[in-house]
């Protein structure tokens, strides 16, 4: 099997337990506390990995600038997933907010040009689709 397609699924494993988890912790000590100790959290870890596995830190400007709109809008999205959880079903929000892949084709399709095959274009459509289900 691929190794991006490893990496994919411990990705799928591990957010499936985050979101159940932020649904938890949401109602325990509310959306914003639990969004906040998460980030704080990752950041520690992510931070950790980066020194121990010699991760370039000197990116330049550019990489930096894209890094901190990155996570500018992961914590919005985050802020926002949490306090979805914390009002409704978990079912529901985690599902629709997956569906992020999305926004993300749309602009890899119409700014960096990447191809958007009929297959494709359906796939994105039922994905569209999906959530009008979900959320009826």
Do not use: H
Request: glycine share 12%; hydrophobic share 60%; aromatic share 8%.
């Amino acid at each position: 099997m691929n190794s991006a397609v490893l990496f994919a699924l411990g990705t799928t494993f591990t957010w499936g337990l985050w979101l159940v988890l932020a649904d938890l912790a949401s109602d325990a000590v509310g959306p914003v506390t639990a969004a906040a100790t998460t980030y704080a959290v990752a950041a520690v870890v992510v931070g950790l990995y980066a020194l121990l596995s010699g991760a370039p830190l000197n990116v330049g400007v550019e990489g930096r600038l894209l890094s901190v709109a990155a996570g500018l809008f992961a914590a919005i999205g985050l802020v926002s997933l949490y306090v979805g959880l914390s009002l409704g079903s978990t079912a529901v929000v985690s599902t629709v907010g997956a569906l992020y892949f999305v926004v993300a084709a749309f602009i890899g399709v119409l700014v960096l040009g990447d191809p958007l095959s009929p297959t494709r274009a359906v796939g994105i459509g039922l994905a569209v689709v999906s959530i009008v289900l979900i959320s009826w």
